[in-house]
């Protein structure tokens, strides 16, 4: 029995106002109990060790009564729906607003799975450690503010279901409190140390914090900037509203950086329960990316937790860990109170971070998630393939992200669908008023929409800085003081390897070892236990019977203790190949306090040592072989110690006859003689669990954890993490121009909240491989007159006499003019002198340099000048392919020119540059993906050519080329 009154405890809230409210609200129940002389425990945000999908705000425990109480931060008139829809109604106030229910229709709803999971979870695992009847559980939806109640809740779930608010949530509970039952024992320590132990984890309350006793003063609160609001909203509603009510049964929804996409869901749910759906879930594919959402979407859970089966994880025939698909089952919130509903459930199923969902094969790391094909994992899970199945799923991703496996078979790829389902798709508008990295990421993003990728030029923002080399260590050095809000990325392993051992090496000092206080990341999923050194002096762990912990794939720490005993070691060496040396494989202990976990747990953690020392992702080839082979070798010799013929499955399997024998006198299915029999399959799953559960050399082998040190990890494993600052190591191993290299820089960008750091940044630039030169002139050809106007065929009269005019001096007039075939023929007068031009065109509509008929030559040349200085250029929109580029070498690059377009064919252009009365025609060869091959003068002024050129390559920050040949 609790015989100090109340007892609180807490787990982790998702957002400040829980944690306002939950503080006031546990104050109040303590003090009140206290003085009814009313025992119980008050768990506040606890968290679910054995079904992450519960998540509760509060649970009260008396002796007899287990309350579930959900906050609202909501108030004014609550107008509840009437008795025939109040299972699944809107709850709306009397001014419009939803009263939200998570991924439920309202909170009586979603307060009826909490119930119907805690039930389920009750009669498995506290089963006989009380007199509690399960199903006696209750729930109450607790308003923050006053809130008035219009209608009433129908009696048939009136005993298990509550309303309250900021005003009578203390009668209300102990009116439920005060329910004339007999004591349960639920206050019992036979089922507190269960429910509050393995079912659910939380710590100590501190009721009263006082800052100003901590020397602490009050500074005014930073006012978070509104969400910028989307004139595209009404059509994405729109869209949204259709999907659901039409025959499609999947919806992608994509969206670059900053278009937050977090607010989706909400719409989607709120339109979702307007069309009759029970329920809209929302996923993340990592606890990672589940604690970002949770700040902004109620309800997010685990997809690998919900749609895989954990607790039927078995070994297969290769050694390898498989996680089945978990049946999907529905529940039926209330269903003991109401036995009446029989309206057929639909719903919608919302996976963010959809750009890491793929077809592609995903197995090694020692482990596979059902067959190793996620999206079609999720689509058995769903059933959605069904006949019949009305019900929906939504992909939010980011497709300028990397992902995993091959783009064509991306949930986010509508082509993967075929015929198989009808598909929609929605793309977010781009933010309006982007951040420095989110401008640098939309700049990446566009390159890859127009399929540019051969032209990036990044400048420094107040959030992107482009760092000199002698910055690095500087950065290496902050990153290793604070791995939490700084972290570093790198392209491959091998160079995240390196960056690591410099730390620990150049920087840390504490040699290539792993030691305490080195940071580790994890690289496969594994199963930890309390660490026995950390329990105080004389606590047995034993007597704890604590559940491991589950280590998730990509989840950091920090090393507390390592054993340094060589003694203690585990070592496997194996001769795999006879032409191969042996493979050794060293297992050593280490105690590691995990990022996400509280700050006094401590974990034991055996890790392989060689996958920490070697180069590459995890084991290689050989390793894992070896490792897969003992794995064998040790189940084969507990099966021998152990045979089915002396167990209780054998025995039912002779009585009930389902068996063959083969020529090798082995049992065998009867239907399919390559199978073993049902029995000899349970036998086997049951020596797997108990072989996993123990602490033979078999179970510390197979929950061998695969680290790596983790100040710089590679921009695959942060793909789903977010840092205050990242410093970036721009290399990447293959060329750089293409949609693949541009995806590995908008992932490690956009992995920064607030600074982004580029080492060794260098232009993305379509000069990268080209010639540059002079095309020289045959001999006997005379050199090429530089064009000065493309014009047609019907306007060229027009368009030479603009020329001529904008060209004349203030005394200067045209004397005659006479148009003939292909010629344009002017006589220009100044004064007492005058000299007759001849502008020459072709087919072409391309006008040339005048040429000098006869008159005053010094005069002709004067105006002949004029017109190159008063160039006019054709449009560079019509210039095809190249005009983007064309556009920044105007704009951006040659400083003060007219750029024109002379002549455009298949894969190569002619270019004519005038700036302060010089010309050049330059020709430029390219290539499909839009990289210049060539890029050389064919007429006109070398020297404004070598300019030109000189400015490309320090726009790009390349090398000059030789051009001591060209003049």
């Not at 290793?480 to 051992?501: F, I, P, W």
């Not at 060329?735 to 590995?744: D, E, K, L, P």
């Not at 001096?809 to 148009?819: G, L, N, V, W, Y």
Request: glycine share 8%; net charge negative.
């Amino acid at each position: 029995m609790l015989e100090d009154g109340v007892v609180v405890k807490y787990g982790l809230a998702d957002r400040a106002h829980e944690n306002e409210f939950f503080r006031y609200f546990a104050r109040s129940v303590k003090a009140y109990f206290d003085k009814k002389g009313i025992p119980a425990l008050l768990m506040g945000m606890p968290e679910c060790k054995v079904d992450s999908r519960l998540q509760i705000d509060a649970l009260l425990i008396t002796d007899k009564t287990l309350t579930i109480i959900d906050f609202k931060d909501y108030g004014g008139t609550l107008m509840l729906p009437d008795e025939a829809s109040f299972r699944r109604g809107p709850w709306e106030t009397a001014d419009g607003i939803v009263v939200k229910g998570g991924s439920s229709p309202n909170p009586f709803y979603q307060t009826g799975l909490q119930r119907e999971r805690l039930v389920r979870i009750l009669e498995t695992f506290c089963r006989n450690l009380s007199s509690f009847n399960p199903r006696f559980v209750s729930t109450m939806v607790c308003f923050a503010k006053t809130m008035n109640v219009q209608g009433s809740i129908p009696g048939n779930v009136r005993s298990y279901f509550h309303i309250a608010d900021e005003n009578t949530f203390l009668e209300k509970l102990f009116d439920v409190v005060s329910a004339g039952r007999e004591d349960a024992g639920l206050l019992s320590g036979k089922f507190l140390n269960t429910f509050d132990g393995k079912v659910f984890g939380s710590t100590d309350y501190d009721l009263e914090i006082n800052p100003a006793l901590l020397g602490i003063e009050r500074t005014q609160p930073l006012q978070n900037e509104p969400p910028e609001s989307s004139q595209e909203a009404p059509a994405q509603n729109e869209k949204i509203r259709s999907f659901l009510e039409g025959d499609s049964s999947v919806l992608i929804v994509t969206g670059a950086v900053g278009t937050n996409k977090a607010q989706i869901a909400p719409v989607i749910r709120e339109e979702s329960f307007r069309a009759g759906f029970s329920s809209a879930r929302v996923f993340a594919l990592s606890n990672r990316v589940k604690r970002n959402l949770g700040s902004t979407i109620d309800e997010v859970e685990s997809l690998y937790a919900t749609i895989f089966d954990f607790s039927g994880t078995h070994i297969d025939d290769t050694g390898m860990r498989v996680v089945p698909v978990a049946p999907r089952v529905e529940h039926d919130p209330f269903s003991d109170c109401d036995e009446n509903d029989t309206v057929a459930r639909r719903h919608i199923y919302i996976i963010y971070e959809s750009q890491l969902v793929t077809d592609s094969g995903r197995t090694g790391e020692m482990i596979q998630f059902g067959s190793g094909h996620l999206l079609s994992d999720l689509f058995e899970y769903t059933g959605i393939k069904e006949e019949g199945c009305e019900d929906k799923i939504v992909f939010v991703g980011d497709k300028f992200q990397l992902g995993f496996g091959s783009w064509s078979e991306s949930c986010l790829n509508e082509a993967w669908y075929g015929d198989s389902f009808t598909v929609e798709t929605l793309e977010l508008p781009d933010v309006q008023n982007p951040t420095g990295i989110q401008e640098a990421c939309l700049q990446i993003a566009n390159a890859i929409r127009q399929g540019r990728t051969t032209n990036l030029v990044l400048e420094e923002t107040d959030q992107v800085r482009i760092c000199d080399s002698s910055l690095e260590r500087g950065l290496l050095e902050n990153a290793s003081m604070d791995h939490l809000r700084h972290k570093v990325l790198a392209y491959t392993n091998r160079q995240a390897c390196g960056l690591n051992e410099y730390i620990k090496t150049r920087i840390l000092g504490n040699g290539r070892l792993v030691a305490p206080g080195d940071i580790i990341v994890f690289q496969n999923q594994t199963y930890a236990y309390p660490s026995e050194r950390y329990q105080s002096y004389g606590s047995v762990s034993q007597f704890d019977d604590m559940e491991p912990r589950r280590i998730e794939n990509g989840e950091t720490g920090k090393v507390v203790a390592i054993d340094t005993n060589e003694s203690n070691w585990l070592v496997l060496e194996e001769q795999v190949s006879k032409e191969e040396a042996p493979i050794r494989l060293t297992l050593v202990n280490a105690d590691v306090h995990l990022d996400s976990s509280r700050i006094s747990e401590v974990y034991r953690v055996p890790f392989i040592l060689e996958a920490l020392q070697s180069d590459g992702p995890d084991l290689n080839l050989m390793q894992e072989t070896t490792l897969k082979v003992h794995l064998t070798r040790l189940f084969a010799e507990y099966m021998k110690a152990h045979p089915f013929e002396g167990s209780k499955h054998f025995k039912e399997m002779m009585e009930s006859g389902e068996y063959a024998i083969n020529a090798a006198g082995q049992y065998r299915d009867p239907k399919d003689g390559r199978y073993l029999t049902i029995y000899e399959k349970r036998y086997r799953d049951e020596i797997e669990r108990e072989m996993q559960g123990s602490s033979s050399e078999y179970a510390r082998w197979l929950n061998a954890a695969h680290i790596k040190f983790g100040w710089c990890m590679t921009v695959h494993k942060a793909i789903s993490s977010e840092y205050d600052e990242i410093t970036f190591s721009t290399k990447f191993e293959g060329g750089r121009r293409n949609a693949g290299y541009f995806r590995f820089l908008y992932t490690g960008i956009s992995r920064a909240k607030g600074r982004v750091n580029l080492v060794r940044w260098e232009p993305v630039s379509p000069f990268e491989k080209t010639e540059f030169g002079v095309i020289e002139q045959q001999a006997g050809h005379s050199a090429k007159k530089p064009v000065v106007l493309v014009s047609t065929m019907d306007s060229v009269s027009a368009d030479v006499r603009n020329l001529v005019e904008t060209s004349l001096t203030s005394e200067m007039a045209i004397a005659d003019t006479k148009s003939v075939r292909y010629q344009e023929i002017y006589e220009i007068a100044q004064g007492d002198k005058s000299f007759k031009a001849i502008f020459d065109y072709g087919n072409d509509g391309k006008v040339k340099l005048p040429r000098y008929a006869k008159g005053d030559k010094e005069l002709f040349e004067s105006f002949r000048d004029s017109v190159c200085g008063s160039f006019v250029p054709s449009s560079i929109g019509a210039g095809g392919q190249m005009s983007w580029l064309y556009d920044i070498l105007s704009r951006d690059i040659v400083d003060d020119c007219e750029l024109a377009i002379v002549s455009s064919s298949n894969y190569r252009d002619v270019l004519a540059i005038r700036r302060h009365g010089a010309s050049v025609e330059i020709q430029v060869d390219y290539k499909k993906d839009g990289a210049i091959s060539g890029f050389k003068a064919v007429a006109g002024d070398i020297a404004l050519f070598s300019e030109v050129v000189r400015e490309i390559c320090e726009y790009y920050a390349m090398s000059n080329p030789d051009m001591s040949l060209w003049v």
